[in-house]
C-alpha cells in the first residue's frame, strides 16, 4: 500500500508540472516601455591568453539619468561569477588583454575627458597613460582603436589629430568670430552634429607611461589597427587617394613602429576595412569590396574577407562560396583558418575557412545572432548569442563538437517576469517569383477568432536585414504589448542574402522593394485570419522610412503612418546628405545627371495621392537625413488636408537615441496608432 501511495503521489506531481508552467507564462506581464531600459548588452568579448578568462563590456542605458553607460567585466572562462572591473555608472570600454594576460588596456572618460588606462586583471592598480580625443569625422566602418605590442611594453592606439583649418581668408577682426563655421571639405558632416574636421592618427605609448608618439602623418585619416607578431609594423586602413570625401577608397597599410615609413599593402579600388595580423605574421586577414564606391552598384556590394600576405601579394577571397555580408575576421590559433560571421536570412552565423581559401565550414547556425565572439585554445569558442525571446548573454561551444552552455544570466530577470513575444517566420513568392522572408509577431494574450490590427515594419538600409535580434524589436514587443500584430520583412535590397538580392533595389527606390512589401500584406492577410485588413499601419526609420513615405503615396490602404528620419526627395536629400554617395550608388546618380529619375523615386511627387494620416519622427541635428526632409512632406500634408503632426527631437541624430526620448517616440507612436487603428 506504501508503495502504491508513493507512485501516486509521484504521478499526481508530475501532472501538476504542467499546470505550474502555464501558470507561471499565464503570470508573466507584457512588455512595457521601461523594459527597454532594462536588458543588458554585452560585447568585446575576450578570452585571456591562458584560457582561463573572459573580459567583456556591459552597457546599459538608464531612464533617470537619459543616458547609457558600459562597464568591463571579468569571469572564469569555465563558468562563475562575472566580476565587474570599473563603475557601473560610467564610459569604460575596448578592454585589451595584454600578451601574459596579466594587466587589462582600455578606454574611459573622467573629469578630464577621454583617456588610456591600464588596470591588473583583478581591476587593481588603475592608471592613466595619457588624455586623448577624438574626431567625429566620417571615416566610414572604424575597427580596432587599441592594440598591445607583442611584447607588452607599448600600446598603440588612434586618437585626432590637430584641427583642420581652412585656406579661406577670414576677415581680420569679424564680429563673433569664433562662432563662424567655415568648411571648404565636402564631408563637413558627421551623421551627428557637424564634423570638427580633424584627421585621426595613430600614436603608441609606453605602457609604463610618458608622451605619446605619432607615428602617422599628413593629410590622411588612418585607424582600424592591429600589431604585428614581431612588434616592428602596424597594420592599419587609410585613403591615400586624396580625395577621401569623395570616395571610400581605404587601403591596408603598414606603418613601422618608428614612424620612419609607411608601406600600402593593398591597392584596390573598393574599400578595405579592419586588417588583422596572422598569428604567424605572414598574412592579413581584412574585410573588403572590389566595386568602386563611385559605381552606382557599390553600396549594395556585400562585405568579403580576405586573406593577403603581409609582404605583399594577391588577396584571395574566402567568403566567395558563402555569398553573404561577412565581418569579424579573427584567426585561428594556427594561422591555418580564419573564422567571421556573417548574414544569413535573419540569422548571424559562425564560420570558419581555410586561409589559402576552400570550403567555408558552419561552425554555430543557430536561429539567432552572434554579435561578438573569441576563440579559446583546444577548439573553444566564447560567443555573445541573442534570438527574438533571449536578450544577450555569454554562451561557450567547441569547434569540433556540439552543444552549447549559457555561462551568464544578466538578463534573467526580465526574461522571467516579461512575456517576450516569440515572432513567427514565414516566405513567399513576390509578384516575380523571388522568394521573400519576413516575421510575424503576435499580440500579448492572442485569442483565436479575435481580430486584430496590425503594423508593417521596414528596415533601414536599405541594405541591412531584420531578423533574430531581440534589441531590433523593442518597438515591436511594445506594439504587441499593446493589442497590435507586427510584420516585418526583408525586400530586395536586404543584405542577408546573398549579391544578387542585395543588388535588387539598386536604381530602383520604391520598385520591387515596395511591391515585395504589399505582396508580403497580402499574404499575411490570406494566411492568418486574426489580421483586420481595415486597420493596417505602417512605420520605419531611415530607408524604412523613405519607404513609408513611398507608401502612403502609393496605397491608401494602410490608414495611419509613422516615418522615422524618413527621405521625401531625393533631390534635396542628395545636397544635404552628410555622405552623398550612398544616394548616387542607390539612387542612380547624382540628381543633376538624371532629375527626373530622382525626382520619379521621390515620394513627394506622388504627395497628392496621400490620404493617410501620418505622425513624422525626426532629430534636429540628423546630418543622414536632414530635417528639411520630414518638413517637406509635412508641409505637403498639411497643405493638402490630411491629418500630420511632426515630431522633433533636439539633439538627437539619425534616429532616437536618448532614453527620454525613446519613450516618448515609443508612446507617440503607440498613441498615434491607436487613434487610426482602434
Known amino acids: 500500500n506504501e508503495m502504491y501511495k508513493k507512485c501516486f503521489l509521484y504521478i499526481f506531481l508530475l501532472l501538476l508540472i504542467p499546470f505550474f508552467v502555464f501558470s507561471q507564462a499565464v503570470n508573466k506581464r507584457p512588455w ?94 588603475k592608471r592613466k597613460l595619457t588624455i586623448l580625443e577624438r574626431s567625429n569625422a566620417y571615416l566610414g566602418m572604424r575597427g580596432n582603436e587599441l592594440s598591445w605590442s607583442p611584447c607588452g611594453k607599448m600600446l598603440a592606439y588612434t586618437a585626432a589629430g590637430p584641427r583642420h583649418y581652412t585656406n579661406i581668408p577670414r576677415p581680420t577682426d569679424p564680429p563673433n568670430g569664433n562662432d563662424v563655421m567655415v568648411v571648404d571639405r565636402l564631408l563637413y558632416k558627421a551623421f551627428y552634429y557637424y564634423s570638427d574636421l580633424r584627421r585621426t592618427y595613430v600614436w603608441v605609448i609606453s605602457a609604463d607611461g610618458g608622451k605619446p608618439r605619432q607615428i602617422s602623418f599628413g593629410d590622411y585619416d588612418y585607424h582600424s589597427i592591429s600589431w604585428s607578431p614581431d612588434g616592428k609594423r602596424i597594420a592599419c586602413v587609410s585613403n591615400r587617394t586624396g580625395k577621401d570625401d569623395y570616395n571610400a577608397n581605404n587601403d591596408i597599410c603598414l606603418l613601422s613602429v618608428d614612424g620612419s615609413d609607411m608601406i600600402q599593402l593593398t591597392h584596390t579600388v573598393g574599400p578595405e576595412y579592419t586588417p588583422v595580423y596572422s598569428p604567424d605574421g605572414k598574412k592579413i586577414a581584412y574585410l573588403g569590396r572590389i566595386r568602386d564606391h563611385r559605381s552606382k552598384e557599390s553600396d549594395a556590394e556585400l562585405r568579403k574577407v580576405y586573406v593577403i600576405p603581409s609582404d605583399g601579394g594577391a588577396p584571395v577571397n574566402l567568403t566567395a562560396p558563402l555569398d553573404r555580408w561577412s565581418q569579424s575576421p579573427t584567426w585561428s590559433y594556427d594561422s591555418k583558418e580564419v573564422y567571421f560571421t556573417a548574414q544569413n536570412s535573419g540569422r548571424v552565423c559562425l564560420y570558419r575557412a581555410p586561409a589559402d581559401g576552400g570550403k567555408v565550414i558552419p561552425v554555430i547556425e543557430d536561429n539567432g545572432q552572434i554579435t561578438s565572439f573569441s576563440l579559446g585554445k583546444n577548439g573553444e569558442i566564447f560567443y555573445v548569442y541573442t534570438d527574438f525571446t533571449h536578450p544577450p548573454e555569454i554562451y561557450w561551444s567547441i569547434v569540433y563538437g556540439s552543444g552549447k552552455e549559457k555561462l551568464t544570466s544578466f538578463n534573467k530577470k526580465i526574461t522571467e517576469e516579461v512575456e517576450i513575444i516569440e515572432s513567427e517566420e514565414f516566405s513567399y513568392p513576390s509578384f516575380d517569383g523571388l522568394r521573400i522572408e519576413g516575421w510575424l509577431m503576435k499580440p500579448y494574450g492572442f485569442k483565436k477568432g479575435k481580430k486584430y490590427p496590425m503594423v508593417l515594419a521596414v528596415h533601414g538600409g536599405p541594405h541591412g536585414q531584420y531578423g533574430y535580434r531581440l534589441s531590433r524589436t523593442y518597438l515591436f514587443q511594445f506594439l504587441a504589448a499593446n493589442g497590435y500584430v507586427v510584420v516585418f520583412i526583408n525586400p530586395r535590397g536586404s543584405s542577408g542574402y546573398g549579391q544578387k538580392f542585395s543588388d535588387g533595389c539598386v536604381g530602383d527606390l520604391g520598385g520591387g522593394d515596395y511591391k515585395d512589401l504589399m505582396c508580403g500584406v497580402d499574404y499575411v492577410l490570406k494566411k492568418y485570419d486574426f489580421i483586420d485588413p481595415d486597420r493596417l499601419g505602417v512605420t520605419g526609420g531611415s530607408y524604412g522610412g523613405y519607404m513609408t513615405n513611398w507608401i502612403i503615396t502609393h496605397t491608401n490602404r494602410f490608414k495611419a503612418a509613422v516615418p522615422v528620419a524618413s527621405i521625401s526627395n531625393l533631390i534635396s536629400q542628395w545636397g544635404t546628405d552628410a555622405n552623398t554617395l550612398w544616394f548616387e550608388s542607390d539612387g542612380g546618380g547624382m540628381p543633376f545627371e538624371n532629375y527626373e529619375k530622382a525626382w520619379d523615386m521621390s515620394p513627394l511627387k506622388y504627395i497628392k495621392n496621400c490620404n493617410t494620416p501620418t505622425l513624422f519622427i525626426h532629430g534636429a541635428w540628423d546630418f543622414c537625413v536632414n530635417l528639411g526632409q520630414a518638413e517637406e512632406m509635412f508641409t505637403a500634408l498639411k497643405k493638402l488636408g490630411v491629418e500630420t503632426v511632426l515630431a522633433i527631437y533636439p539633439n538627437e541624430g539619425h534616429g532616437v537615441r536618448q532614453p527620454a526620448h525613446i519613450v516618448d517616440y515609443y508612446e507617440r507612436t503607440l498613441n498615434w496608432f491607436n487613434k487610426y487603428l482602434r
Open 32 to 125: 512595457n516601455i521601461e523594459d527597454t531600459f532594462r536588458i543588458k548588452n554585452i560585447g568585446n568579448l575576450q578570452v585571456s591568453p591562458d584560457n582561463r578568462y573572459l573580459l567583456f563590456t556591459v552597457s546599459k542605458r538608464s531612464l533617470r539619468d537619459n543616458r547609457s553607460y558600459t562597464s568591463i567585466w571579468v569571469m572564469p572562462a569555465k563558468g562563475g561569477e562575472p566580476v565587474s572591473l570599473t563603475s557601473l555608472n560610467g564610459s569604460a570600454f575596448s578592454p585589451r588583454w595584454s600578451p601574459d594576460g596579466r594587466k587589462i588596456a582600455y578606454f574611459s572618460t573622467d573629469k578630464d575627458g577621454l583617456g588610456l588606462w591600464i588596470m591588473n586583471r583583478d581591476g587593481s592598480v
